[in-house]
């Protein structure tokens, strides 16, 4: 019986996982852990999960990168590596390529003492006025927008002013070595684009991208607008959210499990049409598959788009 369990997970090419952040074990999935809205969260829950961020930058790097780096570090190397050049967006692995991301940062935050599942932010709620979300609490969330006092960073990136978060120093921006203290730089508001550019997310907007029937046009339209402007407005010009590294803000995990959450809805709107709906054309030319495999370089095992394209099925095991 254990014999045959374990050639049925050799066959499907995964190895067996010896910590947490190694290969996700496929299994029926028969209790789904529940992903909640931050907003909605226990302050014990709040707490418990910015206390295992903070751990992440005292463990060592997984990966062999050359500088004193932490396992916070890695997610950034990871994501400003495979963006440049372009792996992981403007095309159709960014959806599941993203699933699988914030899975492997949950697995991380689980090794650190968190026992929840992934949290994320509605941004849809709070588009007329994101800067007053809960997310930005100052005690129990991320701290708020960056400041031109806050020193230690020089002009070009902007030190956020407080929050549990304020004295993190990430070691990349962009793919490059360059520690600095975490940074933001919320888009002000001007005349007809609220503050974070939250036109971009504006129930207008979602409709649009909601009308998309096929997989081709839904991706693309979820990722440019709300999901590219969500990014332009936290992370400004001078902040961690803009450069490719911007998985240094742990914002990005929030923001991300809420546009996972966008396809989930999308794809329980008609579940026997779109749990497998995958199609469009790679950046290298060919048209995407199922049987693609997603790089993640060595933060995770390399995995098939198709263990990840149903949250309840596969390699994975949660719902919203
Ligand atoms: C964020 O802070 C920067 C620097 O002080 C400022 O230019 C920007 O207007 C602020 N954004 C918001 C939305 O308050
Ligand atoms: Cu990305």
């Known amino acids: ?76 190397w990871v994501h400003a590596k495979l963006t440049d050049p372009q792996r992981i967006h403007a095309e159709p692995v960014f959806l599941p390529w993203h699933r699988y991301f914030v899975q492997v940062y949950e697995d991380a935050l689980h090794s650190c003492g968190y026992t929840g599942a992934a949290m994320y932010w509605d941004w849809t709620a709070d588009w007329a006025a994101p800067s007053k979300a809960a997310v930005w ?19 070009l990136k902007l030190r956020i002013a407080d929050g549990p978060f304020r004295n993190l120093r990430p070691t990349y921006w962009n793919g490059d070595v360059d520690p600095h203290w975490l940074s933001r730089d919320w888009a002000p508001a001007y005349p007809g684009q609220p503050e974070l550019i939250g036109n971009a997310y504006s129930p207008s907007i979602m409709e649009e991208v909601f ?37 240094n803000d742990p914002i990005f995990f929030l923001h991300h499990a809420m546009v996972d959450k966008l396809w989930w809805e999308w794809q329980r709107a008609d579940r026997d049409n779109r749990i497998n709906a995958y199609k469009g054309m790679r950046n290298d030319g060919q048209e995407a598959s199922l049987e693609d495999m997603m790089p993640m370089l060595k933060l995770a095992p390399d995995a098939k788009v198709k263990d990840y394209i149903d949250t309840e099925g596969g390699a994975l095991c949660y719902k919203y």
């Open 1 to 76: 019986m254990k014999f045959l369990l374990l050639a049925t997970l050799a066959t499907a090419a995964l190895a067996l996982p010896s910590d947490p952040l190694s290969a996700r074990q496929k299994k029926t999935c028969t209790n789904p852990k529940l992903r909640k809205d931050w907003a909605k969260a226990t302050n014990a829950e709040k707490k418990s999960y910015i206390d295992a961020v903070l751990c992440l930058a005292t463990k060592p790097s997984r990966l062999k990168v050359p500088t004193h780096s932490t396992l916070y570090d890695d997610f950034a």
């Open 137 to 155: 609490n100052p005690v129990l969330g991320f701290g708020g927008n960056g400041s031109d006092s806050a020193d230690g960073n020089g002009p």
């Open 211 to 247: 009308s998309w029937t096929e997989y081709e046009r839904f991706w693309p339209a979820l990722e440019s607008s709300p999901h590219g402007g969500l990014h332009a407005g936290v992370g400004g010009g001078r902040g961690d959210m803009g450069p490719t590294s911007s998985p």
